[in-house]
C-alpha cells in the first residue's frame, strides 16, 4: 500500500538537469588560513552554517577524507532543508573534493561533487576556484540558485577570513 505522499511523489514530473559553475576568488589571507576556515569546526560553523534568519536544527562537521557533514535548517520553521555531505579527498592548504546532496523536506533536490582549490597569489594572498558539477532533480532546485548561494558562502568566508585571522 502506497502512502498519501508517495502517490502526490508519483504525479511529479521526473526530470535532471546536469550543470557546472565556477567561482574564483582572491582572498587576502594564505592558503593555510583558507583552508583553516573550512577543517576548523568553529570558523566553519560561522561562515558556513550561522546564518542570520536561519534556525539550525542539527549540524555536525567531521572534515576527513571519508568524514561527514550535514546538518538540517530551515528559514520559516515550515520548510527544512537537509543537506548530507562526504569528503571524497583533502589535501591540507591545497584542495577540497566532496560529495553532498541536498533535500527540501523529505524530497531530493540535488547530488553535486564540488572541488575547492587554494593556490598561493601574491603577497599572502589565496586564488580559490570552486567548481561544482550537479543533478538538479524534478525542477526543485536549479544551478543558478547554487551558485549563488556558494557566492554568498565564499563572501561570508571573506568575513571569516578577515575577522577571525
Same mark, same amino acid.
Given at each position: 500500500?502506497? @502512502? ?10 521526473? !526530470? ?8 574564483? %576568488?582572491?582572498?587576502?589571507? !594564505? ?7 573550512? @577543517? ?12 542570520? #534568519? ?9 572534515? %576527513?577524507? #571519508?568524514?561527514?557533514?550535514g546538518g538540517?535548517? !530551515?528559514?520559516?520553521? /515550515? ?5 548530507? &555531505?562526504?569528503? *571524497? ?11 553532498? &546532496?541536498?533535500? *527540501? ?5 540535488s547530488a !553535486?561533487?564540488? &572541488?575547492?582549490?587554494? /593556490?598561493?597569489e601574491g603577497?599572502?594572498? &589565496? %586564488?580559490? /576556484?570552486?567548481?561544482?558539477? #550537479? ?15 556558494? *557566492? ?14
Amino acid at each position: 500500500m502506497t @502512502s498519501a505522499a508517495n502517490k502526490a511523489d508519483d504525479k511529479i514530473a521526473r !526530470s535532471v538537469t546536469h550543470a557546472m559553475f565556477i567561482i574564483e %576568488r582572491v582572498y587576502d589571507a !594564505s592558503p593555510a588560513r583558507v583552508f583553516r576556515a573550512f @577543517s576548523d569546526a568553529d570558523a566553519h560553523h560561522r561562515w558556513f552554517v550561522a546564518e542570520e #534568519g536561519w534556525d539550525v536544527i542539527e549540524y555536525n562537521h567531521d572534515f %576527513r577524507v #571519508g568524514g561527514r557533514e550535514g546538518g538540517r535548517f !530551515s528559514q520559516d520553521g /515550515k520548510v527544512f532543508y537537509h543537506n548530507d &555531505t562526504l569528503y *571524497q579527498d583533502i589535501v591540507p592548504d591545497n584542495r577540497i573534493v566532496f560529495a553532498y &546532496t541536498m533535500d *527540501q523536506d523529505d524530497k531530493r533536490i540535488s547530488a !553535486s561533487v564540488a &572541488t575547492v582549490e587554494l /593556490k598561493p597569489e601574491g603577497d599572502g594572498k &589565496t %586564488r580559490l /576556484k570552486f567548481t561544482e558539477q #550537479g543533478a538538479f532533480l524534478d525542477g526543485f532546485d536549479k544551478a543558478e540558485f547554487r551558485e549563488e548561494g556558494w *557566492q554568498g558562502l565564499l563572501e561570508r568566508l571573506a568575513v571569516e577570513i578577515t575577522e577571525h585571522a
